[in-house]
T-cell receptor
Framework: AQSVAQPEDQVNVAEGNPLTVKCTYS??????LFWYVQYPNRGLQFLLK??????LVKGSYGFEAEFNKSQTSFHLKKPSALVSDSALYFC???????????????FGSGTRLLVRP | GAVVSQHPSRVICKSGTSVKIECRSL??????MFWYRQFPKQSLMLMAT?????????EQGVEKDKFLINHASLTLSTLTVTSAHPEDSSFYIC???????????FGPGTRLTVL
């Protein structure tokens, strides 16, 4: 069964330091991978996705993620964290092996990022 | 960019009443829309998938007679919580997708509180 794991409930980092939010996946076939961010009482905002091509994907707000097939990981990174990056981050995966236009996204449990001034 | 709206953003109702939540894709035609439920400090739980003009596909454990979904057009889907009870209080989020290559754009969510 397809699954996504975000092993950290919370990540704390000082402003200006690099940040990493971890995500690992387990799917049959080749995965489509996504990162979303959620601010309090708001819906999810798309950050970036990996479908194919370069393993390093660049997204919104200076975020990037590295797809690692051997480690089945898709960690979210940013070279220099901002206080405004503090939010809830979700990793999600879709298995493109299914010939169904109504494919579903499988979300991780979420990781709360806290950037302290 | 693609925008998805939800209305209302917040609703408080009495137990036993029905509440309708609208989800609209404002600048694109959504082939598929999704309804999620999110409990405090938890991840999104997919409730159902809806395609325009056809019946919604509900996830296991979701009561289709309680959570009525209507996808009347390519830009509008509605979720009606029928005979709401306090345990239905939650944050409901919709998502709309126009391409199989996209994860989908999400609405801002609707906070439902049932007294």
């Amino acid at each position: 069964a397809q699954s996504v794991a975000q092993p950290e409930d919370q990540v704390n980092v000082a402003e200006g330091n690099p940040l990493t939010v971890k995500c690992t996946y387990s799917v049959s076939g080749n995965p489509y991978l996504f990162w979303y961010v959620q601010y309090p009482n708001r819906g999810l905002q798309f950050l970036l996705k990996y479908i194919t091509g370069d393993n390093l994907v660049k997204g919104s707000y200076g975020f990037e993620a590295e797809f690692n097939k051997s480690q089945t990981s898709f960690h979210l990174k940013k070279p220099s964290a901002l206080v405004s990056d503090s939010a809830l981050y979700f990793c999600a995966v879709r298995d493109i092996g299914v010939m169904d236009s109504s494919y579903k996204l499988i979300f991780g449990s979420g990781t709360r990022l806290l950037v302290r001034p | 960019g693609a925008v998805v709206s939800q209305h209302p953003s917040r609703v408080i109702c009495k137990s036993g009443t029905s509440v309708k939540i609208e989800c609209r894709s404002l600048d694109f035609q959504a082939t598929t829309m999704f309804w999620y439920r999110q409990f405090p400090k938890q991840s999104l739980m997919l409730m159902a998938t809806s395609n325009e003009g056809s019946k919604a596909t509900y996830e296991q454990g979701v009561e289709k007679d309680k959570f009525l979904i209507n996808h009347a057009s390519l830009t509008l889907s509605t979720l009606t919580v029928t005979s709401a009870h306090p345990e239905d209080s939650s944050f409901y989020i919709c998502s709309a997708r126009y391409s199989d290559l996209e994860g989908g754009d999400f609405g801002p969510g609707t906070r439902l509180t049932v007294l």
